[in-house]
């Protein structure tokens, strides 16, 4: 029987003793082992004691913070009287970079996401003053880090920077008034609460009102999708689709845009318009109704939009026409209205 394997690649394993089938450690093993703790904190002393040296040398935390960590000292006048011991050297110099990338964080987070740091991304700081006079840094995390990474995710399903942000709070309205909502806001709110639950196969066509307006719902949608799923989600503007395509069909684009569609766990498409001007080429329209009707006749999500009305989707898409019996969201007056 294999060994069990560490929970923490990141940690060497350590010797434990185990349920009757873990071979416990040689004597020579334990020893190697032990020795090389000792060796660990032999080597954590000294540099504790270098580091004190370094402070004396500059006269002082405050003198030693001002050369080494003047942000962190700025933020935080009174830690230059403090006992530094609490940390090495190396924490407060980490801490100083944390608070210089906390400065200048916009408010859609992630400025500590692209640099290398003793802190991990996302944390925030704070300084406890302990029982013996040192002061330890404690980290806690950062709202605005989760928001950052959530419009990460929201970007990764192909979204447009431009409608990244656009939540369904946003465009919709306080979701505290959702029992007061209009009967096409309370179909979509429970659209929303299946399409998140474990092996959902339904689909969504968002229609009426004019492309800005659809857009922007259907977005908000995407991203609420994203936030409490972690399906694969795309999201593609048709008309884009057909010029990828044509590319690929030129030789211009190795990768068939529409296998990446097909694979997808939920596919989001926006502006679904045939027959609009100019209206769809044949090749085009055929390929599209195909990839619906493999999607729809084996229940994988599929979320639309279109200037269309329902039946007018299912008389325009040969194959798929008959497996589209989504919920429609109407965009109109009885809808309320979709704000900026």
């Not at 200048?104 to 996302?122: D, I, Q």
């Not at 200037?307 to 497996?323: D, H, I, V």
Request: proline share 7%.
């Amino acid at each position: 029987m294999s060994e069990p394997q560490d929970p923490n690649p990141h940690h060497p394993a350590r010797p434990t003793l185990g349920a009757g089938h873990q071979k416990l450690p040689s004597a020579s093993s334990g020893s190697e082992w032990i020795g090389g703790v000792l060796d660990f904190h032999r080597m954590e002393k000294e540099q504790d004691e270098l580091f004190a040296q370094e402070i004396h040398r500059h006269g002082g935390p405050g003198a030693w913070l001002n050369s080494n960590a003047p942000s962190l000292l700025r933020l935080y006048p009174s830690l230059g009287a403090a006992n530094l011991a609490g940390e090495t050297r190396a924490s407060w110099v980490a801490a100083n970079e944390r608070v210089e990338q906390c400065a200048r964080c916009p408010m859609t987070g992630g400025a500590c996401a692209e640099h290398m740091a003793a802190l991990r991304r996302g944390e925030l700081l704070d300084l406890h003053l302990q029982d013996d006079g040192s002061v330890r840094i404690v980290t806690t995390r950062c709202d605005r880090y989760l928001v950052y990474r959530e419009r990460q995710r929201v970007g990764l399903t192909g979204l447009p920077a431009s409608l990244v942000d656009y939540a369904l709070e946003r465009v919709l309205g306080d979701p505290e008034h959702r029992s007061h909502q209009t009967p096409g806001r309370k179909e979509l709110y429970g659209f929303l609460a299946r399409a998140v639950a474990p092996g959902f196969a339904g689909s969504l066509l968002v229609t009426g009102g004019d492309y800005a307006v659809r857009t922007k719902l259907l977005a908000a949608t995407t991203r609420e999708l994203v936030r409490h799923t972690r399906h694969h989600i795309l999201y593609t503007w048709a008309p884009r689709l057909a010029v990828r395509m044509r590319e690929h069909l030129d030789g211009k684009g190795e990768q068939n845009p529409f296998d990446e569609a097909e694979r997808a766990h939920v596919l989001v498409m926006d502006f679904v318009d045939p027959r609009g001007k100019p209206p769809w080429a044949d090749w085009f329209l055929e390929r599209v109704d195909g990839l619906l009707y493999d999607r729809l006749s084996s229940g994988k999500p599929t979320l639309l939009s279109s200037p269309r009305k329902l039946g007018e989707m299912q008389a325009m898409l040969a194959q798929a026409g008959s497996y589209l019996v989504p919920t429609v969201i109407t965009i109109d007056r009885g809808f309320g209205p979709v704000y900026e």
